[in-house]
């Protein structure tokens, strides 16, 4: 006697699932991108974007002016605490512009609350082409030491900056104006 194989029914066969499985989930990841898509608000990346954009070719403006007069900023921090001192002494190959104070910013990269702000007085001391500036740290969020800031010294019509890295303590930071890029 032979034996008559009976076929399984369809839903008993693994391809079957499979060939039905890849289009399902597909149908229900697009269902899930539509909820994400229509719960959640785009919004304008910025209202004042024109202005933002002509705010950046501004900086960019100034950054060649202090590449034009080939300005170099040396600075001398006691720390990036609250009330810590500062000395700059900024040279340049051409005439340095008389500003009676300017702006050094250390820019958090993490958090912009943590950012530190001073302005600096310029003292008697220098030239025509070298002056000094001396000042401390406003009032800021306390950070740990291991942040790596970004450094800003800015004039009037100039601009400087550049990355410091870790700075805790005193340290020493030099930087030279750059072509922008």
Do not use: C, H
């Not at 990346?45 to 403006?61: C, F, H, M, S, T």
Request: glycine letters at 10%; zero cysteines.
């Amino acid at each position: 006697m032979s034996a008559v194989l009976m076929p399984k029914p369809w839903y008993r066969e693994p391809w079957v699932w499979f060939v039905i499985g890849l289009p399902l989930t597909a149908v229900v990841a697009s269902f899930v991108t539509l909820a994400l898509a229509l719960r959640s608000d785009d919004g304008v990346v910025a209202e004042d974007y024109y202005k933002r954009g002509l705010a950046i070719n501004e900086q960019l403006g100034r950054s060649a002016e202090a590449v034009r007069l080939g300005l170099v900023a040396t600075i001398e921090l006691e720390g990036v605490q609250p009330q810590e001192r500062i000395r700059l002494r900024l040279s340049g190959k051409e005439a340095v512009p008389l500003e009676a104070a300017i702006k050094l910013r250390l820019v958090n990269p993490g958090r912009s609350s943590g950012d530190r702000v001073a302005v600096l007085a310029r003292t008697g001391e220098g030239d025509a082409f070298n002056a000094e500036y001396v000042g401390a740290w406003g009032d800021a969020a306390p950070v740990s030491d291991r942040v790596a800031w970004r450094v800003v010294v800015e004039g009037q019509s100039w601009r400087i900056d550049g990355d410091a890295g870790a700075v805790g303590g005193a340290t020493s930071l030099r930087l030279a104006a750059v072509k922008p890029q």
